[in-house]
């Protein structure tokens, strides 16, 4: 156990000092004093290697009540509630929805001959499914672009990105996920929100928001794996919209595949005849088998629509750059 410590304090460093700095000061603190913090290490090295990240102990930090913009409190909080803290990181994960990447995911889709069937596969509690639920708000230039009239609304800044007039006409849709969550349970929102970095109040709204509106007319997230679970879910969608175009879309899910997953499930796509849309980080992209020309793209995601990069975004959708 003891051995793993340094390991862990040396991912906590790199989390404060790389994605935590300059998007959330309360985290880079936190992660820089526990990195410090003998007793949490320790704690940290009871939990298997893919439980030790540092936005699970973070969220289940939160959940119990700790005041996670004290560090010297809330590494007290984790030490006195340390069976609460590790039973929380064993029966959750981090399976963040972000509604907003539907403004990214859009211009892709709207490639696309209409109408559609979207399988979202990571679709976690399926906030990126109901893409008629939002209105889009492009910021291009000094104007502003809206399209469709849904009751949440997703800001973007859109450069040199082909807008389409409307919100493309989708005929089925099904998500799939290892652990589908249930938009309409408060626990599962709960968490949900905690997950969301402190400093991004406009996010938790725009979740909060989400959620009633899923929670109201959800769509369906059935449960399976990718790569293998792909086939029968496309086949099911297939039989639902025979007259449709089917895409596999996928967000911030292709990191939790191995490599060697990852070039099967880009396999996987090809050899079923179906679009791939995918909006993740240039690595994993790499890995899919598409073409990503060298450098890390600064911790952007990128947006590809089958082997081709049509942009790189803001991981949370904020921003979009085409690059055609
Ligand atoms: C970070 S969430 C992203 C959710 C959503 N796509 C979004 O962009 O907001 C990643 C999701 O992928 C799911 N996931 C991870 N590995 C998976 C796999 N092999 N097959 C299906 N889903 C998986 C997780 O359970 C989680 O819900």
């Known amino acids: ?10 991912l906590y460093r790199r989390f404060a000092e790389i994605e935590a700095r300059g998007s959330s000061a309360t985290y880079e603190r936190l992660c820089l004093a526990v990195a410090d913090d003998a007793a949490t290490l320790r704690l940290l090295a009871t939990l298997p290697r893919g439980k030790r990240q540092p936005n699970l102990l973070l969220g289940a930090l939160r959940l119990l009540g700790a005041d996670v913009a004290d560090p010297p409190a809330a590494l007290a909080f984790a030490e006195k ?23 990214v995911l859009l211009p892709a889709l709207a490639r696309l001959p209409e109408p559609l069937a979207i399988l979202e596969v990571g ?14 708000v492009y910021d291009v230039g000094d104007q502003q672009v809206r399209i469709g009239d849904g009751v949440v609304a997703l800001p973007c800044t859109a450069v ?3 807008l389409p007039a409307s919100v493309p006409q989708i005929a089925a849709r099904l998500g799939l996920d290892a652990n589908p969550l249930d938009a309409a ?21 725009r979740l909060t928001a989400a959620l009633t509106a899923v929670a109201a007319d959800p769509p369906r997230v059935i449960q399976g794996l ?21 895409v596999v879309v996928h967000s911030a899910m292709v ?35 598409v073409r990503v020309g060298p450098g890390e793209f600064g911790g952007r995601f990128l947006l590809t629509l089958d082997d081709a990069v049509l ?10 750059v085409w690059l055609g």
């Open 1 to 10: 156990m003891e051995v793993d410590a340094p390991d862990i304090a040396g």
């Open 81 to 103: 509630h340390a069976a609460d803290v590790r039973s929380v990181m064993l029966a959750r994960s981090t399976q963040t929805n972000e509604p907003a990447r539907c403004s």
């Open 123 to 136: 679709a976690s509690a399926g906030l990126c499914l109901p893409y008629e639920q939002y209105t889009y």
């Open 160 to 162: 040199d990105v082909p």
């Open 185 to 205: 349970d408060p626990e599962t929102a709960a968490w949900l929100r905690c997950l969301i970095w402190p400093e991004h109040t406009d996010r938790a709204q």
């Open 226 to 246: 990718a790569p293998e679970s792909l086939p029968d879910a496309i086949e099911q969608l297939r039989r639902q919209a025979p007259e449709a175009t089917p």
């Open 255 to 289: 990191a939790y595949l191995d490599r060697a997953a990852r070039a099967e499930f880009g396999a996987t796509c090809r050899e079923l005849g179906v679009h791939r849309i995918g909006l993740e980080g240039a690595e994993p992209t790499r890995d899919l088998g």
């Open 311 to 320: 942009g790189h975004a803001h991981p949370h959708g904020r921003e979009l």
